[in-house]
């Protein structure tokens, strides 16, 4: 069955407490983490990721678009995210990253951006628990779902139905721009978990 998790940076900010509320009835939580420099927007940072876990017991998962996402992941860990995900493009060594992850007892992603191939993520699927796709262009100012989005998630989902790792099957996740009404042909393409921003949030 398809999961959906909410991405809090989508929320309506001013009202966080009722925006939460609504986020804890899919029993999950996104952090879309951004700093101006790998992304070209600013999210949010660490001691508003705090303050929100602090308030919640739902699943909370991170996606690091940011440059030095290493920096990042122990303080997120301490705060009770228990999945993480590095973009390839942000690090030179990714194992570094996702053996930090697990060191902390977390479940490790590893994001692509929309123009990166499926491919680039094959040397690392023996150490990931997911690999999460961005369906569309961080710098796009519509944020919109993109066509090509589908082409690359069945190529992922071919890609890791050939391998699985340690702690048993990758999962593939994608994030940008999704709309309610592609969940279920993204569901038949195999995808197991969808972030929902706008789409969930503006209901």
């Given amino acids: 069955m398809l999961k959906i998790t909410p991405s809090i940076a989508s929320a309506d900010l001013l009202n966080i407490q009722s925006e939460i509320k609504k986020a804890e009835q899919t029993g999950r939580l996104h952090f879309d983490m951004e700093d101006g420099n790998f ?51 942000a690090v030179e060594y990714p194992s570094e990253c996702l053996g930090l992850i697990h060191a902390g007892g977390g479940r490790a992603g590893l994001a692509l951006n929309y123009g990166t191939p499926v491919y680039a993520a094959e040397p690392w699927l023996d150490q990931i628990d997911y690999l999460l796709l961005q369906t569309c262009e961080a710098g796009d100012p519509t944020l919109s779902f993109k066509p090509y989005a589908m082409k690359k998630i069945q190529e992922a989902g071919e890609m890791i139905r050939q391998q699985g790792n340690a702690q048993g099957r990758i999962e593939l996740w994608a994030d940008g721009g999704i709309r309610r009404e592609a969940l279920p042909e993204l569901e038949k393409l195999g995808l197991d978990c969808a972030v929902l921003g706008r789409a969930f949030f503006a209901e």
């Fill in 39 to 89: 992304s070209p927007d600013i999210t949010f940072g660490v001691d508003l990721a705090r303050q929100i876990a602090a308030v919640t017991d739902v699943r909370i998962d991170a996606h690091l678009m940011v440059t030095c996402p290493q920096k990042y992941i122990p303080q997120l860990m301490d705060c009770k995210v228990k999945d993480i995900a590095v973009h390839l493009e």
